[in-house]
């Protein structure tokens, strides 16, 4: 045991020092000195002066990552703002494009389905696949057809009157939602989807083969044309 050590310790402590000032001048472990130190009574005056000076150190600490996050943030705001310039804007062609990646990703093309299918929660997402299936692929409005995913039938009306205004299509056009969710996650993912999920629908069987010449031509593009 370090005897001086532990000897100037105490005295310290005994003086109403705080642990910080103490392992200023001793070079030990806190773990050592909340041993040392377990039994030592301080005074009504002492004890306030630790708490003073313990609320100061907490306040210096929580200044000092208030100030850090705001630097933080204020350098990925720099980063957000640059990077966005960088994209001034898009071509048809590039709207192309986006869609048929976005759809090789989130389009739906299980063998059962006859038309093409675009599924997300993404409201931003589906404005933009919403316009790529008016601009490029021509499709009248009258062929959308919407199906919502809602946790809850009594999400159903509000959830369509929401995507209704992000599809800018009627209620009409919005065919029978599915509502199926265990007990357990209703609260969970009705958290993560306010609005449920957004299924764009076209019965379309040259549409549908069409994207998927787009998508095997992107696939084919790419490992001939990169070096």
Known sequence: MKILERN?????RRQGKTFNEILQEIAVSKSSLSYWLRSIELTDAQVARICYKNDKIKDKFIRYNALKKKQADERKGNILNNSSKEISTISERELKLIGIALYWAEGYEGSRWKSVCF???DPEMIKLMMRWFRIVCKVDDTKFRIRIQCHGAERVK?????WSGITALPATQFIKPYIRISPTSKKKMG???PYGICNVRISD????????G????IN???????V
């Open 8 to 12: 100037k310790a105490i005295s310290l």
């Open 205 to 212: 069987i040259s549409l549908l083969t069409k994207i998927k």
């Open 119 to 121: 599924t997300n929660s």
């Open 220 to 226: 084919t593009a790419l490992w001939s044309s990169l």
């Open 214 to 217: 787009w998508i095997c031509g």
């Open 158 to 162: 509000k959830a369509e009157k929401y």
């Open 191 to 193: 958290n993560l989807a």
